[in-house]
Structures are given as C-alpha cells and as structure tokens.
Nanobody
C-alpha cells in the first residue's frame, strides 16, 4: 500500500529526496509520516503531513527537511538537505487508516562524513 524509495549514499552536507507512493485507497485520508530507525536506535518520527497539507517536523528535521505531498501522484516526498551522518537510518513512511497502520518497506539512507 505504501512504497518508499529514494534512499542512497550522500556526503555530509548533501541532499536526498525520498518518495512514498501510496495506493489511492489510503492516500489523503489521514496524515502520512516519515519515520527513521538508525542502528541501535528506536524508530522515531521525522516529519508528517496532514491530509490538508500541513507539515510537522521533529526538532532534528526542522530547517533541513521539507515534507510535501502531490495528490496527482498519490505521493509524499521528504526533501532532506544539509544531511548529517546522524541522519543515517532506514526511513519508513507510514499512515493509519481506520485503525490499521500501513508501513512502507523502508529505504536506507547513509550519510558519510
């Protein structure tokens, strides 16, 4: 239902754009969020966007990451700029519809110093 892509290797200070393509049956109903899980760390919310297009960011993402949605493509993006090595993680997109959590399969982001 959710397909995450766009991860890869970036240098510190570089940029990556992640994409989360959703099936039409679940897109735009509730907020879609990007979560990440680094090595040995708990999964954490990075950013989310409501069905109305309002973004919210974790402190670690503010000023560097931008979340956006394209209703024509049923896709949510996470533009990540000024990347830091501590941003290295597997990134997942997630939404909840009618009490069911839908997770994308995860996309690996590695930031080298």
């Amino acid at each position: 239902q959710l397909q995450a892509s766009g991860g890869g290797l970036a240098q510190a200070g570089g940029s990556l754009r992640l994409s989360c393509a959703a099936s039409g049956s679940i897109f735009g109903i509730n907020a879609i969020g990007w979560h990440r899980q680094g090595p040995g760390k708990q999964r954490e919310l990075v950013a989310a966007i409501t069905s109305g297009g309002s973004p919210n960011y974790a402190d670690a993402a503010k000023g560097r990451f931008t979340i956006s949605s394209d209703y024509a493509k049923n896709t949510v993006y996470l533009q990540m700029n000024s990347l830091k090595p501590e941003d290295s993680a597997v990134y997942y997109c997630k939404t909840e519809v009618w009490g069911i959590d839908y997770w994308g399969q995860g996309t690996l982001v590695t930031v080298s110093s």
